[in-house]
């Protein structure tokens, strides 16, 4: 069974401090890896999206990267208006997005 | 590009009635459009996958003669939850694929609040 888990569950940063976001997989035949933010009460917001080991994605303050068991999403100087959960999700052969429960970042101005 | 809608934003409903839920993509046609449900804190929960003109697919668990899925068009799904019972109470969202776009990238609409009381 395909399983995608993040850490840490939640993340308090100051703004300006960097951080990374973890989202570890286990995914039959990988497809594609997938980064979103969802605010409160939103559906998820496209971020990136990975497709091999050693590829990378970045926009504005964030970089996703990806190696064959991991992808990180690296947070630099972040401001206020980055608190949000952000969710990983992969999909496998089965062609189905496995979601992981989300990081809930907060970022204290 | 690539924006999803859906209709209504919330819905209050009483134990036993029917809510019809639309998902709609604005500015591309979908080849594949999905439903999932989430419950606080919790992960997108994969409810069933449909394709324009054909019956959905469910996954185990999820009650097909409950969750109600027509897809009428390639731009147009819709979710129906019959004789909702306050468990039924969730955030539903839509998601779906671009025609010609990256394949497996799903865009997804805004979310559907439902409380049954």
């Known amino acids: 069974e395909d399983q995608v888990t993040q850490s840490p569950e939640a993340l308090r940063l100051q703004e300006g401090e960097s951080s990374s976001l973890n989202c570890s997989y286990t995914?039959?035949?990988?497809?594609?890896l997938f980064w979103y933010r969802q605010d409160p009460g939103k559906g998820p917001e496209f971020l990136f999206t990975?497709?091999?080991a050693g590829e990378e994605k970045e926009k504005e303050r964030l970089k996703a990267t990806l190696t064959k068991k991991e992808s990180f999403l690296h947070i630099t100087a972040p401001k206020p208006e980055d608190s949000a959960t952000y969710l990983c999700?992969?999909?496998?052969?089965?062609?189905?997005?496995?979601f992981g429960k989300g990081i809930t970042l907060s970022v204290r101005p | 590009g690539a924006v999803v809608s859906q209709h209504p934003s919330w819905v209050i409903c009483k134990s036993g009635t029917s809510v019809k839920i639309e998902c709609r993509s604005l500015?591309?046609?979908?080849?594949?459009m999905f439903w999932y449900r989430q419950f606080p804190k919790q992960s997108l929960m994969l409810m069933a996958t449909?394709?324009?003109?054909?019956?959905?697919?469910?996954e185990q668990g999820v009650e097909k003669d409950k969750f109600l899925i027509n897809h009428a068009s390639l731009t147009l799904s819709t979710l129906t939850v019959t004789s909702a019972h306050p468990e039924d109470s969730s955030f539903y969202i839509c998601?779906?694929?671009?025609?010609?776009?990256?394949?497996?990238?799903?865009?997804f609409g805004p979310g559907t609040r439902l409380t049954v009381t």
């Open positions: 998601s779906a694929t671009r025609v010609f776009g990256l394949p497996y990238e799903q865009y």
């Open positions: 995914v039959s035949g990988l497809r594609g």
């Open positions: 990975l497709y091999s």
């Open positions: 999700a992969a999909t496998g052969a089965n062609s189905k997005l496995t």
């Open positions: 500015d591309f046609q979908a080849t594949t």
């Open positions: 449909s394709n324009e003109g054909s019956k959905a697919t469910y």
